[in-house]
């Protein structure tokens, strides 16, 4: 009950019948009290100094994001995965013991994604292989890794085979 009392007396306060009775600091106390003022982190000045100069985001914004050469190269497959795409391939075709016909999807910065549909099976599989044969860090293992702990919980995309690379 005194929370609703708390929210009674809040709506009072807000009333613009109610506060031109009250001088003017008292108001601005009433609000910073409430929070109906925003810190001064919040405000940002846009002068003409800073919008004189160009953050480093969006010079790289534009020099990644934008280019059209960037995303030319993220729509090719790279040639130095092959080796760990007919691994993946000859594992799933081993699993489902049907021929898997696998297309290219997309290059990002540290794997290849390929879809894979077979006949019997109509959901299509993502097959993620890295990017460059024989790294040490591989980041796959890590996503792979990840992915088991939250099929655990039954969300996120389900992981039907893991491997190295």
């Known amino acids: 009950m005194p929370e609703l009392a708390r929210w009674n007396w809040y709506v009072v306060l807000q009333m613009q019948s109610f506060r031109a009775f009250l001088p003017q600091d008292i108001c601005d106390a009433m609000d910073d009290a409430y929070g109906d003022t925003a810190p001064p982190s919040m405000f940002v000045s846009m002068n003409t100094e800073?919008?004189?100069?160009?953050?480093?985001?969006?010079?790289?914004?534009?020099?990644?994001?934008?280019?059209?050469?960037?995303?030319?190269?993220?729509?090719?497959?790279?040639?130095?995965?092959?080796?760990?795409?007919?691994?993946?391939?000859?594992?799933?075709?081993?699993?489902?013991?049907?021929?898997?016909?696998?297309?290219?999807?997309?290059?990002?910065?540290?794997?290849?994604?390929?879809?894979?549909?077979?006949?019997?099976?109509?959901?299509?599989?993502?097959?993620?292989?890295?990017?460059?044969n024989g790294l040490h860090n591989n980041p796959i293992d890590r996503e792979s890794l990840w992915l088991r702990r939250v099929n655990r919980l039954s969300i996120g995309p389900t992981l039907v085979l893991s491997g190295s690379g």
């Open 50 to 132: 800073q919008a004189a100069t160009v953050s480093t985001h969006e010079t790289r914004w534009t020099s990644w994001k934008l280019d059209r050469s960037k995303l030319d190269t993220l729509m090719k497959p790279e040639s130095e995965g092959q080796a760990s795409l007919e691994k993946a391939v000859e594992a799933l075709e081993a699993q489902r013991k049907e021929p898997l016909d696998t297309h290219f999807f997309a290059c990002g910065k540290r794997g290849v994604l390929y879809t894979g549909t077979s006949v019997s099976v109509p959901t299509p599989v993502l097959i993620k292989v890295q990017k460059l």
